[in-house]
């Protein structure tokens, strides 16, 4: 029998960004989710560059054992056209995307990945964890320092260490993988892993439910569960193309969806045509791409097993052991976030967490506002710290903590409890298009968002309660996404 897949792609822009910088692609042969982050210029630049230059493999044409090298040398070309641009405007100097990509090839999946955006298996009611997050907590849960439940709220959790940047060392690690009939994909930006609990994906995934359905629901709870990023997923089924009759027609959304003549330009990347292509074809045209694929050739393929792999922040811990802590430190003081100094809003250079005696943080700034003023989300927020994605956005986000301070205060000259009432502004998720208008929210305590989320992630049950730790409502008010760091 002859495997087809039958998918279904879907991105909202999140509770908190002002702009969707994530990218997906998911056609007959293709799915790839891409989270761009840069700044509100870059990201979305990125991501879209990467979905520009891989959906050229989406098509028939692929053995099994050319697959994970052709995959690999689209991401390299998009990697290039990435430092290409940065090198052409400046101003997005930074800029880089994640990139989750599976290729099929009959019945064999190759898979490329680099970033912390996920490649997800249910088969047999289990699910597993294809990918290898690229990110700072994933060193440490490495090295022992902290386990995985602990990494779920480590401050410094969107913290990547490995993405395309334009950077000649920018590689992804391949693999390759058989795919059975009743396998179910889920490809996904940390928009919902940060936030959903694994098993409750696991139990919306084997629902029984469609792709679309399945994907509309993810990312439903992403958005109750708090999620401040933006939330990307494609859901896909290995089904038999005799038995039902999959899509044809590819479906792209995110900032790869944009038009070219919107307000992020695009034009100077191959993503401007990625929105226009493949047009759905006539009942005709579908007809007959069906029969071809019910006369694929049968049989299986185990396919190449490929593993490229830089240590990259592995590698700079071991050079701080070492004594040569020069590289890592320059890349620490390019990172910003929020805590606490004598009792003081802060402004902090660096990261959070310390290597042994090495500090890779300094106060820049003490601010007036008093963390006992605070409403006690946000004051437990400032004292486990809150990342910034840079010094303007770590500026907008103190002041958004001076207002809670004031309306704290107040509250409490008036005998009213602080920060007792909030309300969730929800959006909805659309097919084939990100949602770019968030709808207004009612008045509420504001939730910060971290590099690319600060918020505790909460483990969200099919219901849309939370599992974990409590979420406030969140506010819309834009923010910057630079890296993911953001």
Known sequence: MSHALHYAARSDVGLVRSENQDSAY????????????GGHAGGDIASSTAIGYLVELDDESHSANESGDELFQAIAKANAEIGRIAVDRPELQGMGTTVTALLRSRHTLAIAHIGDSRAYLLRGGTLSQMTTDHSFVQTLIDSGRITAEEASSHPQRSLVTRVLTGNA???????AREAYLGDRYLLCSDGLSGFVAPDTIAEILGSGDPPAATADRLVELALRAGAPDNVTVIVADVVDVNAQ???????IVGAAAQSPDGTRALRETPAA????????????????????????????????????????ALAALAIVCAGGAAALYAWSQRQFFIGAVDGRVAIFQGLSSDLGPISLSRPIETTDIAVSDLPDFW???????????DRADADQRVATILGAAQACVSARSRGLECGAATDTPTTSPTAASPSTTPSTPTPSTPTPSGSRGATSPGATSPSGTSAGPATSATSRAPTSALRHTS
């Open 26 to 37: 998911a056609g007959p042969h293709l799915l790839v989710v891409a989270d761009g982050m």
């Open 169 to 175: 060392n920018d590689r992804p690690d391949l693999g």
């Open 245 to 251: 009759q999959p899509p044809i027609s590819p479906q």
């Open 273 to 312: 045509k990625a929105a226009a292509l493949r047009p759905a074809l006539g009942l005709e045209e579908e007809s007959e791409h069906i029969e071809r694929l019910a006369l694929a050739e049968e049989g299986t393929s185990s396919g190449p097993r490929r593993a490229i792999r830089l240590i990259g």
């Open 379 to 389: 004051r437990t927020q400032v004292t486990d710290s809150i990342s910034a994605a």
